[in-house]
């Protein structure tokens, strides 16, 4: 048994395309604690996600997490889902089908997007193989993660290459690392606000919370936490907002070590008890709305501050399927692979010349 997977068909003189593949966390298949069990237990799993030794984590994660968390976040899925299925999902099949639409409108018919999933389905192995049905020789990667951390962004170029090492006539293959700071990302994230506060008024207090990770990682070299105060740093001088008018926190802390601080709760009655009436919170780590920003922030979150004291608590959507993120996908896309496409593609008489030589070479067709 070969260890390389069938390629698909191949036809000689067939037109070659760029693909672009969106990637983002994933999901459990239903709100149920069989499926979210069977999700948690991919997830946990990866050691970029817990670095525990594995002997040590086996035990934990199968003798405790997985037989006490699947039921309760199974009821926190349940929440937030929809009669489509899971929001991030959604979210991010949608992204991918607004994207290629768009290159189609610029006249770019030979890029073909899809979406993955790190955890779950459709997983990124099965998104490649898919692309490279398409005649994708060359595919750009696009972990949806705008702030680079070791336990997301790398996790999808290990998923990556464990699918090359499958593969027998790879692609070439270029991966995206962040876009923290890229101009028409902070621009999106400014406009959602802006739009917004149009609508609502300025609050008081704006919050921008990002995804946590262990502390350790920081003090490791993982690059999240200055990624993640670069983003608000940039999008509070978009926005003109002087530095006591916003506060960066850390969301979703896991287990009992310390993660990257302030948490986003404690701050949120802290500000409460300190008498502020109104807060915004935002959560730019995320480009689309899920457990964690519909869950945890906007009703969570909500709760926390108005128990405590606060008047009014706002929760600033993702930018999911705004037009204006499009356009940021778009952009950054193209500046990856703008040299692929600058290639003059074979013209039709090429393709069938192309086709007849490897014919009279007895290639088959």
């Given at each position: 048994m070969s260890r390389f997977l069938a390629e698909p068909e191949y036809k000689h003189g067939s037109m070659q395309r760029v693909g672009i593949l969106l990637v983002n966390l994933g999901s459990p298949e239903a709100p149920t604690p069989k499926a979210v069990r069977k999700y948690l237990a991919e997830f946990l799993w990866d050691p970029r996600v817990v670095e525990v030794p594995r002997p040590l984590w086996w035990l934990i994660l199968n003798?405790?997490?997985?037989?006490?968390?699947?039921?309760?976040?199974?009821?926190?899925?349940?929440?937030?889902?929809t009669k489509y299925g899971s929001?991030?999902?959604?979210?991010?099949?949608?992204?991918?089908?607004?994207?290629?639409?768009?290159?189609?409108?610029?006249?770019?018919?030979?890029?073909?997007?899809?979406?993955?999933?790190?955890?779950?389905?459709?997983?990124?192995?099965?998104?490649?193989?898919?692309?490279?049905?398409?005649q994708c020789n060359r595919i750009?990667?696009?972990?949806?993660?705008?702030?680079?951390?070791?336990?997301t962004t790398a996790s999808v170029f290990d998923a990556v290459a464990q699918a090359m090492l499958k593969i027998r006539n790879l692609p070439e293959i270029r991966l995206m690392r962040s876009f923290c700071d890229?101009?028409?990302?902070?621009?999106?994230?400014?406009?959602?606000?802006?739009?917004?506060?149009?609508?609502?008024?300025?609050?008081?207090?704006?919050?921008?919370?990002?995804?946590?990770?262990?502390?350790?990682?920081?003090?490791k070299g993982d690059p999240y936490f200055c990624e993640c105060h670069k983003t608000a740093r940039?999008?509070?001088?978009?926005?003109?907002?002087?530095?006591e008018q916003y506060v960066v926190t850390f969301q979703s802390r896991f287990g009992r070590a310390e993660w990257l601080q302030p948490y986003t709760e404690p701050t949120l009655r802290e500000l409460a008890k300190k008498g502020v009436g109104t807060v915004?919170?935002?959560?730019?780590?995320?480009?689309?709305?899920?457990?964690?920003?519909?869950?945890?922030?906007?009703?969570?979150?909500?709760?926390?501050?108005?128990?405590?004291?606060?008047k009014f608590f706002r929760y600033v959507p993702c930018l999911n399927?705004?037009?204006?993120?499009?356009?940021?996908?778009?952009?950054i896309a193209r500046e990856h692979i703008s040299d692929w496409l600058s290639k003059t593609p074979p013209t039709q008489d090429e393709c069938v010349a192309s086709a007849m030589r490897a014919a009279r070479l007895g290639a088959k067709q």
């Open positions: 003798g405790i997490i997985l037989t006490t968390r699947p039921a309760k976040s199974a009821a926190k899925y349940a929440k937030v889902w929001p991030l999902r959604i979210h991010t099949e949608n992204q991918a089908k607004m994207l290629a639409g768009y290159f189609m409108q610029d006249g770019a018919k030979d890029v073909v997007v899809e979406y993955a999933m790190r955890y779950g389905e459709p997983s990124v192995e099965n998104a490649l193989l898919k692309l490279k049905a398409k750009l990667v696009v972990p949806l993660y705008p702030q680079y951390a070791a336990s890229h101009p028409a990302y902070i621009e999106a994230q400014a406009l959602q606000l802006i739009d917004h506060w149009k609508r609502e008024g300025i609050p008081d207090k704006l919050v921008m919370s990002f995804h946590g990770v262990p502390r350790a990682s920081l003090d940039l999008l509070a001088e978009y926005l003109s907002l002087k530095p915004d919170v935002v959560c730019p780590g995320f480009v689309s709305d899920c457990l964690e920003t519909l869950e945890e922030i906007s009703l969570e979150g909500k709760e926390a501050f108005l128990s405590s004291g606060g399927e705004r037009h204006e993120f499009i356009v940021v996908l778009r952009t």
